[in-house]
């Protein structure tokens, strides 16, 4: 039986990655860099520190990383102000789960948006650990964010069950030891090691029933 649940938030709770996506595009087109062909499957997962050392570095933005992620986080920041893109019934599936389990938050987001996006969504009290990769030594696909949000909880990394969307998000999890619950997103889907990886994969987050997570456990 699990005893905890640790939910992604990008993609899985609020449907960001393609306003990432946008941001980040026009942001790159912007200052004088090149967007590549693999760009946003390698940023997925990436914490704000990789991410805006990569567009600076690898992609020629001519801005510091620092200044880049001031910038891109700034600009999510307005996107969600106007908006938070909730995906529909991501968060009843949510608040199913808090009357069954303990629930974690680990997610790739800086800790601003995060907030921004609990706070818009009524969230925020659900979860009893939260935490970003921005306080992490590494982002996604290392464990690190998955075993701090476990230790956070008081629970082995073992009993917990990991709800993601992203490649490397399953690779992180997995890599904590978690039973993982995938849900890939239609326009990114998972890469097939990913995939295996995977205990189930679902078509849509509204199929997370605690059934499914009773059953991994």
Not at 14 to 32: F, I, L, M
Not at 60 to 88: F, H, N, S, W
Not at 174 to 187: D, Q
């Amino acid at each position: 039986m699990a005893d905890a649940v640790i939910f992604d938030l990008d993609g899985v709770i609020v449907d960001s990655e393609p306003v990432w996506e946008e941001v980040r595009r026009a942001y790159v087109a912007a200052h004088g860099g090149t967007w590549q062909a693999d760009t946003q499957r390698r940023l997925m997962g990436m914490s704000t520190g990789e991410w805006s050392r990569y567009l600076s570095g690898e992609l020629g933005v001519d801005r510091t990383p620092e200044q880049v992620a001031t910038e891109v986080v700034e600009e999510m920041t307005r996107r969600y102000a106007e908006r938070v893109p909730l995906i529909d019934g991501a968060d009843q599936v949510v608040r199913r789960m808090a009357g069954r389990w303990p629930l974690g938050l680990a997610s790739s987001s800086p800790t601003r948006l995060i907030a921004a996006a609990l706070a818009a969504t009524g969230l925020t009290d659900v979860f009893g650990a939260t935490l970003s990769t921005e306080e992490t030594a590494q982002g996604k696909p290392a464990p690190d964010v998955y075993l701090a949000v476990a230790g956070r909880l008081g629970v082995g990394p073992a009993r917990c069950v990991a709800v993601e969307d992203s490649s490397n998000g399953v690779r992180s999890a997995a890599a904590a030891g978690m039973a993982v619950v995938a849900v890939p997103h239609g326009a990114y889907p998972l890469d097939p090691d990913a995939e295996r990886l995977a205990a189930v994969v679902l078509g849509s987050i509204g199929e997370l029933t605690p059934e499914v997570v009773a059953r991994l456990g």
